[in-house]
C-alpha cells in the first residue's frame, strides 16, 4: 500500500512535496481503509524520489524514515527539475531500502525506474536474468514486466504482463524511462484507495493517487480501473488505453 505522485512541467517541488506529506499522514481523502478516522492509515515505511536534473540524468534519493519525520526531505525541497516522481510506502515487509521505490534496471542502455501499490498475492514469475535485492512482491513485478518485454514495446508488454495477475486486491503501477512514462490502474475491491488522479493546466500535468489537497489551479479527473496512460515527457502528450 503506497502513495504516489509523478509532475511534469513548471513544476513547484516544495509545494508538491507539502503535498505528499498531507497524503501520507492519511489526512487528505477519505478511502476503505480510512472509513472510521483520518489518520489510521499513514504512509510511514520510508518514501523514494527520482527526478531529471538539468542534463536530464535520473537522481534518485531514498530513506526508510517517513516521509513526514525526515529532515533530509528539507533540501529536496529546493530542486529544480520538470520531472519528479514521489513515492511514499506501508508496507508489512522489511523497511530497507533494498524494499523503497523506485526499483530500477538498465534494459537496452535505458534506466528504467518502477514504483508499485498494492499487494500481489499470486506467485509471480520472472526470467532468472534479474535477482531480487529485497522481499517484496513489488520488485518481483519489475522483473516480471521486463521478462515480458519485447524489445522497445513497452505498452504491450506492460498490458501482457498486467493481465497475468488477476487477484482484485489492487496494484498500479508507474513504470518510467527518460522521456516517457506508463500509468497502470489494476482493477480491484478498493476503488476509493487505488484509484488514481489526473491533474492539468496549460504548465503542468500531475498523476496522483489522490487529489493534492491545495491545487485549486488544476483540473482534475479520474484515472479509474483497468487503464493504462502513457506521458510523453517531452511533449506533454497523454495517451489513454485500456489494459485489457
Not at 497524503?23 to 531529471?52: C, R, T, V
Not at 497475468?164 to 516517457?180: A, Q
Not at 484509484?195 to 479520474?222: A, C, F, R
Not at 510523453?232 to 502528450?237: G, I, S
Request: hydrophobic residues 35%; proline residues 2%.
Amino acid at each position: 500500500m503506497c502513495r504516489m505522485l509523478i509532475a511534469l512541467g513548471k513544476i513547484d517541488v516544495k509545494f508538491l512535496i507539502e503535498e505528499m506529506i498531507l497524503i501520507s499522514k492519511d489526512m487528505n481523502q477519505i478511502h476503505e481503509f480510512n472509513k472510521d478516522n483520518h489518520g489510521n492509515f499513514k504512509h510511514d515505511n520510508g518514501w523514494g524520489i527520482a527526478y531529471l536534473d538539468q542534463q536530464k540524468k535520473w537522481k534518485i534519493i531514498k530513506s526508510t524514515k517517513p516521509i513526514f519525520e525526515d529532515p533530509k526531505i528539507e533540501k529536496i525541497k529546493k530542486i529544480k527539475t520538470n520531472l519528479i516522481i514521489i513515492h511514499a510506502r506501508k508496507s508489512k515487509s522489511e523497511m530497507s531500502l533494498n524494499n523503497t521505490h523506485p526499483f530500477t534496471y538498465n534494459y537496452l542502455n535505458e534506466k528504467i525506474l518502477f514504483f508499485h501499490n498494492g499487494t500481489l498475492e499470486q506467485l509471480i514469475h520472472f526470467n532468472n536474468r534479474y535477482k531480487l535485492k529485497g522481499n517484496t512482491d513489488s520488485e518481483q513485478l519489475f522483473y516480471s514486466i521486463l521478462s515480458d518485454l519485447k524489445n522497445r514495446d513497452y505498452l504491450t508488454g506492460i498490458k501482457k504482463n498486467l493481465n497475468k495477475y488477476t487477484k482484485k486486491n489492487g496494484s498500479n503501477i508507474i513504470f518510467s524511462l527518460r522521456d516517457k512514462l506508463f500509468i497502470a490502474v489494476k482493477d480491484n475491491e478498493y476503488p476509493l484507495y487505488f484509484n488514481m488522479y489526473l491533474g492539468k493546466n496549460s504548465n503542468q500535468i500531475i498523476v496522483s493517487s489522490e487529489i493534492l489537497p491545495h491545487s485549486k489551479d488544476l483540473s482534475w479527473e479520474t484515472i479509474t480501473e483497468n487503464q493504462i496512460l502513457t506521458l510523453d515527457h517531452n511533449k506533454h502528450l497523454i495517451l489513454k488505453d485500456k489494459i485489457k
